[in-house]
C-alpha cells in the first residue's frame, strides 16, 4: 500500500501499537454497510477483537432528533452492527443525557432516531449512559485535582470502544470529531459545563482510560459555518475508519481544509504523545482525493458569551450555576432561539 506524506503528527497510542496506523476512506455508495465491512478489515478487525468480546459503539447523538451533519445517521449506527456481527454478537449502543444547560433525556433520543427499534431488530443492547453507575478517574492538571465519574460499564466491562462521530465545526473547540466525541460519556451534562475549561485536559484523560479503540467518522453529512448544533449540512459522501483516534480526526481535518495544530485541543493531545509522520500511516486510498469542500467557523456575537464560559472557570460558573444563571439565559433568548425545543 502506497504511503502518503504531508506533515508530521503526534500520537499518544503509538507506543502500544505494534504496526502502522492504519486509515480506511472511502466514498459511501447507496449504504454504509459494505464499505464499513472494507474499513473493519483494512484495520485487522479480526486481531483485535475475539467472538464474545463485548463491542460498545458511541454515536454523536447531541439533538433530541436527528439532523444532518449534527448527527451520527442512524443508518451509519445499524450498518455498523450488522458489520461488527461478523466479529462478535455481543455489541453495545450508548451515549448520554444532552443539553448541558437545557438538557434532554438520551432515552427520548432513542425513540426519536429509531436507534431503539433498531436496536431490539439487531438483539444488541442500547444504553443511556446517565443512568448507569460510575467510577471516579483521578488526575492532577495545573495544580489542581480533578476527580471524574464516568460509566463503570465503559471502564470496567468492555473489551473494544468504537466511537462514530460527524465532521462538524465547533464554536468553542474549533472541531468535533473522534477524540471529542468521548465528551458525552460524562454522564452528567451539568458536570459538563463546569469542566469545560479544562476541556483538553480532561478529554485526553477520558479517551486514555476508555481506551479508545477505533474511529469510524459518518463523513455522508458534515456541517460548516457554526457547531456543534447549527450550522450548514455540506454533503461529503464519504466514511473513514480509523485504528487510532487522533490520526482520524488529524486525517479528518485536512479533508475539510483545517489545520489540525490550529484547533487547541488536539494540539496538546498531539503534545503528549511520540511523534509521528503521516507517511507511517498506511492509507487505504490516497486522502487527498476526497479533500473538500473547505469547513470555516463563523461565529455569530451571540456565540461569544457561551465561548467565554467554556474557557473561563468564573464565567462557566456564573453562567451555569450561579444565582445568576437563569436570569443571563433568559436575557440571552430574548436574542436568540434555544438550540432545540425538546417540550
Same mark, same amino acid.
Given at each position: 500500500?502506497?504511503?502518503?506524506?504531508?506533515?508530521?503528527?503526534?500520537?499518544?497510542?503509538?507506543?502500544?501499537?505494534?504496526?502502522?496506523?492504519?486509515?480506511?476512506?472511502?466514498?459511501?455508495?447507496?449504504?454504509?454497510?459494505?464499505?464499513?465491512?472494507?474499513? %473493519? *478489515?483494512?484495520?485487522?478487525?479480526?486481531?483485535?477483537? &475475539?467472538?464474545?468480546?463485548? !463491542?460498545?459503539?458511541? #454515536?454523536? /447523538?447531541?439533538?433530541?432528533?436527528?439532523?444532518?451533519?449534527?448527527?451520527?445517521?442512524?443508518?451509519?449506527?445499524?450498518?455498523?452492527?450488522?458489520?461488527?456481527?461478523?466479529?462478535?454478537?455481543?455489541?453495545?449502543?450508548?451515549?448520554?443525557?444532552?443539553?448541558?444547560?437545557?438538557?434532554?433525556?438520551?432515552?427520548?433520543?432513542?425513540?426519536?432516531?429509531?436507534?431503539?427499534?433498531?436496536?431490539?431488530?439487531?438483539?444488541?443492547?442500547?444504553?443511556?449512559?446517565?443512568? %448507569? *453507575?460510575?467510577?471516579?478517574?483521578?488526575?492532577?492538571? &495545573?495544580?489542581?485535582?480533578? !476527580?471524574?465519574?464516568? #460509566?463503570? /460499564?465503559?471502564?470496567?466491562?468492555?473489551?473494544?470502544?468504537?466511537?462514530?462521530?460527524?465532521?462538524?465545526?465547533?464554536?468553542?473547540?474549533?472541531?468535533?470529531?473522534?477524540?471529542?466525541?468521548?465528551?458525552?460519556?460524562?454522564?452528567?451534562?451539568?458536570?459538563?459545563?463546569?469542566?469545560?475549561?479544562?476541556?483538553?485536559?480532561?478529554?485526553?484523560?477520558?479517551?486514555?482510560?476508555?481506551?479508545?479503540?477505533?474511529?469510524?467518522?459518518?463523513?455522508?453529512?458534515?456541517?460548516?459555518?457554526?457547531?456543534?448544533?447549527?450550522?450548514?449540512?455540506?454533503?461529503?459522501?464519504?466514511?473513514?475508519?480509523?485504528?487510532?483516534?487522533?490520526?482520524?480526526?488529524?486525517?479528518?481535518?485536512?479533508?475539510?481544509?483545517?489545520?489540525?495544530?490550529?484547533?487547541?485541543?488536539?494540539?496538546?493531545?498531539?503534545?503528549?504523545?511520540?511523534?509521528?509522520?503521516?507517511?507511517?500511516?498506511?492509507?487505504?486510498?490516497?486522502?487527498?482525493?476526497?479533500?473538500?469542500?473547505?469547513?470555516?467557523?463563523?461565529?455569530?456575537?451571540?456565540?461569544?458569551?457561551?465561548?467565554?464560559?467554556?474557557?473561563?472557570?468564573?464565567?462557566?460558573?456564573?453562567?451555569?450555576?450561579?444565582?445568576?444563571?437563569?436570569?443571563?439565559?433568559?436575557?440571552?433568548?430574548?436574542?436568540?432561539?434555544?438550540?432545540?425545543?425538546?417540550?
Amino acid at each position: 500500500m502506497k504511503r502518503f506524506v504531508p506533515e508530521s503528527l503526534c500520537c499518544d497510542e503509538m507506543k502500544e501499537m505494534s504496526g502502522p496506523i492504519r486509515v480506511f476512506i472511502e466514498r459511501l455508495d447507496r449504504s454504509y454497510l459494505a464499505r464499513i465491512q472494507e474499513g %473493519l *478489515s483494512y484495520i485487522g478487525m479480526a486481531s483485535k477483537v &475475539k467472538p464474545g468480546d463485548t !463491542v460498545f459503539i458511541k #454515536p454523536n /447523538l447531541t439533538y433530541p432528533y436527528y439532523k444532518e451533519g449534527v448527527m451520527t445517521s442512524p443508518g451509519c449506527v445499524e450498518q455498523l452492527i450488522q458489520a461488527l456481527k461478523d466479529y462478535s454478537l455481543n455489541i453495545i449502543v450508548g451515549e448520554a443525557d444532552g443539553g448541558g444547560y437545557n438538557r434532554f433525556s438520551m432515552d427520548e433520543v432513542f425513540e426519536k432516531t429509531g436507534l431503539r427499534v433498531i436496536a431490539k431488530r439487531h438483539n444488541v443492547k442500547l444504553v443511556n449512559l446517565s443512568k %448507569l *453507575s460510575s467510577r471516579d478517574i483521578y488526575f492532577d492538571y &495545573k495544580g489542581q485535582h480533578f !476527580v471524574v465519574p464516568l #460509566p463503570r /460499564l465503559l471502564l470496567d466491562e468492555i473489551d473494544l470502544f468504537i466511537t462514530v462521530p460527524v465532521p462538524k465545526v465547533h464554536g468553542n473547540t474549533g472541531v468535533s470529531m473522534s477524540i471529542k466525541n468521548q465528551w458525552g460519556c460524562i454522564q452528567e451534562p451539568s458536570l459538563r459545563l463546569k469542566l469545560h475549561p479544562y476541556f483538553k485536559k480532561i478529554i485526553l484523560e477520558v479517551n486514555k482510560a476508555l481506551k479508545v479503540g477505533i474511529s469510524i467518522i459518518d463523513g455522508k453529512f458534515g456541517l460548516t459555518r457554526n457547531g456543534p448544533l447549527r450550522g450548514d449540512a455540506v454533503e461529503l459522501n464519504w466514511i473513514t475508519v480509523a485504528d487510532n483516534i487522533l490520526a482520524a480526526d488529524m486525517v479528518c481535518c485536512h479533508l475539510i481544509g483545517i489545520d489540525p495544530l490550529s484547533i487547541r485541543y488536539l494540539h496538546y493531545y498531539a503534545e503528549n504523545g511520540p511523534p509521528v509522520h503521516l507517511d507511517e500511516i498506511l492509507f487505504y486510498r490516497d486522502y487527498t482525493r476526497f479533500v473538500g469542500p473547505r469547513f470555516e467557523l463563523k461565529r455569530e456575537w451571540l456565540d461569544y458569551p457561551g465561548y467565554l464560559a467554556f474557557y473561563s472557570s468564573f464565567f462557566a460558573h456564573v453562567a451555569y450555576h450561579s444565582s445568576l444563571s437563569r436570569a443571563l439565559h433568559k436575557g440571552l433568548y430574548l436574542f436568540r432561539e434555544k438550540f432545540y425545543d425538546h417540550g
